[in-house]
């Protein structure tokens, strides 16, 4: 029976959650294979972004995860930016019982956030949530909660403030979320904040990535100067000369940020130009 389409194609998983059931024994009746979770409606929802929608109930959603995984990833990973949504939308209200609410909503985002990233090798909450672009708010929970975090790999041998410097998000945002970072480090030099696995260091990932304003860089290269006058071994170049690199669709705030990094990169190794 859980496997007989209606008229509209759908089964009936779909069609309960659909019709906004949160009965969670229902639901468990109902979710009996990896299909039934990945049955999608024509603007591809599946059985996971809907229990997502209204009166979210997180028995479900630990259902669905566990029958698929994958749900979690479909439609562009679409199901983690609504949790992150419902987390920040919750943090702004203010009125009796909301506390609970932050707090379910949170549960939920962690159980997706898992399960979004659950094939890694090496798995970290703030890894993940970094790649998929998680709000501030997201980013400043997980540090308060886990700050070990920090100087941990993921699967491809990078630590955390390498994926900040990567994330497509604005200035502002990017800076914001690589100095908490920094600060959850408590401003020490360790191994995971100056390099990475293939002995690149930070401050060359910032240059070549930009994006990133000149208070920021001047917070890296205190924890690193020596790092102004190393040579990447991606460019064989100094990172003065990597953040002079040809950005592409750059705003007119971003050329200005691109420029200050240059000049940021420029005054903590003028010698590197006396050569020149």
Given at each position: ?276
């Amino acid at each position: 029976v859980t496997r007989i389409r209606d008229e509209n194609g759908r089964l009936p998983l779909r069609c309960a959650l659909a019709d906004k059931i949160r009965d969670s024994k229902l639901v468990e009746l109902l979710c009996t294979s990896e299909e039934a979770v990945l049955d999608s409606d024509r603007i591809e929802r599946n059985a996971l972004h809907l229990s997502l929608e209204r009166n979210v109930n997180p028995c479900i959603v630990e259902m669905l995860l566990q029958m698929a995984p994958c749900s979690a990833r479909a439609f562009g990973g679409s199901a983690l930016q609504r949790c992150y949504n419902r987390f920040v939308q919750a943090g702004l209200k203010d009125y009796p019982g909301m506390e609970a609410e932050i707090e379910k909503s949170w549960t939920v985002l962690i159980m997706v956030l898992r399960a979004h990233e659950h094939d890694s090798s090496v798995y970290s909450k703030l890894h993940a949530a970094l790649a998929s672009n998680a709000p501030v708010q997201v980013i400043a929970r997980i540090l308060d909660e886990s700050p070990e975090e920090i100087r941990l790999m993921n699967a491809q041998g990078r630590y955390p403030l390498e994926v900040a410097c990567e994330m497509h998000a604005d200035f502002e945002t990017k800076d914001e979320i690589i100095s908490l970072i920094l600060e959850a480090n408590r401003g020490e030099a360790a191994p995971a904040l100056i390099t990475n696995e293939r002995e690149r260091n930070i401050v060359s990932i910032v240059a070549e990535h930009g994006g990133i304003s000149a208070p920021v860089i001047q917070q890296l290269i205190r924890l690193n100067p020596f790092a102004v006058t190393r040579l990447d071994p991606r460019h064989k170049l100094y990172p003065f000369m990597i953040a002079a690199l040809p950005k592409q669709n750059q705003s007119k705030v971003d050329e200005c940020i691109h420029v200050g990094a240059i000049f940021e990169l420029l005054l903590a190794s003028p010698d590197l130009i006396k050569p020149l």
